[in-house]
């Protein structure tokens, strides 16, 4: 099974126009058991994936209570990130449990990264586009 998305136009100074890929990706509430779908950036270097701070409330986890609190480096600096080592998220029918870190600032987008998510995928970014294919071995119906 293959699921593709179309990358998005985003205005650059330095090249006019740069294609981001970007893919929706849903992440379970813990306390209604619905799904909250996410623009979220495929980012092949994010060693996990993050999101933005206000979205912890909005999937009922407490920052303080639920994660550990962790101190990252990345190109922007050091960031303090809040870990919780199992959620659920899904990307079409594939649905898993991956380590979330929620970044202690509201203005960033949400990424994708590699520990239990991307690296269970073969990725192509192509003309635009990013093809998730995902091995049948790997994945569980969502439901």
Same mark, same amino acid.
């Given at each position: 099974m293959a699921v593709k998305s179309a990358h998005v136009a985003i205005p650059s100074p330095l090249f006019?126009?740069?294609f981001r890929p970007v893919v929706k990706a849903e992440f379970?509430?813990?306390i209604t058991g619905e799904?909250?779908?996410?623009?979220?950036i495929v980012d092949t270097g994010?060693?996990?994936?993050l999101l933005p701070r206000w979205v912890?409330?909005?999937?009922?986890?407490d920052l303080e209570k639920d994660c550990e609190k !962790? @101190?990252?480096?990345?190109i922007g600096g050091t960031e303090i990130v809040f870990v919780q080592r199992k959620m659920t998220v899904r990307l079409n029918r594939w649905m898993g449990d991956i380590p979330v870190g929620f970044v202690n600032r509201d203005n960033v987008t949400g990424l994708l990264g590699r520990q239990d998510f991307l690296e269970k995928f073969r990725l192509i970014f192509e003309? !635009? @586009?990013t093809t998730f294919i995902m091995p049948r071995a790997r994945h569980r119906a969502a439901h």
């Open positions: 006019g126009v740069v379970k509430i813990k799904w909250l779908e996410l623009p979220m994010a060693d996990y994936t912890a409330k909005d999937l009922g986890v !962790h @101190t990252t480096f990345g003309n !635009h @586009t």
